[in-house]
């Protein structure tokens, strides 16, 4: 069992910056996959980045250079930068992590969401 507990979220006006964080209640493994994830009113919720242990991420093509997610590994924590944010940025910001098990499908764990608000 893992809780994972977002904060940073706010209202932002466009090509502003806001910086989210991720805290897990234990310590998760190198080999496990953390990432941040967003839900846009009336949308299925979709990948923003993700990174393993050793600092390798995966961004979808959206935030893409204008978001960097990373990881501290002492603190169980990640964080999402995100820079010159856009209107199409607006949607709640979930904390993910993906718990490997052997020969079995990994666990995901959520956290509650964090509210990102891009507005003029």
Known sequence: QVQLV???GG???PGGSLR???VASRNIAIIDIMGWYRQAPG???ELVATINGLGDTNYADSPKGR???????TKS???LQMNSL?????????CNVQIGRRNLTPLSYWGQGTQVTVSS
């Open 6 to 8: 977002e904060s940073g």
């Open 11 to 13: 209202l932002v006006q």
């Open 20 to 22: 989210l964080s991720c």
């Open 43 to 45: 949308k299925q919720r």
């Open 67 to 73: 978001f960097t997610i990373s990881r501290d590994n």
């Open 77 to 79: 924590a990640i964080y």
């Open 86 to 94: 856009k209107p199409e940025d607006t949607a709640v910001y979930y």
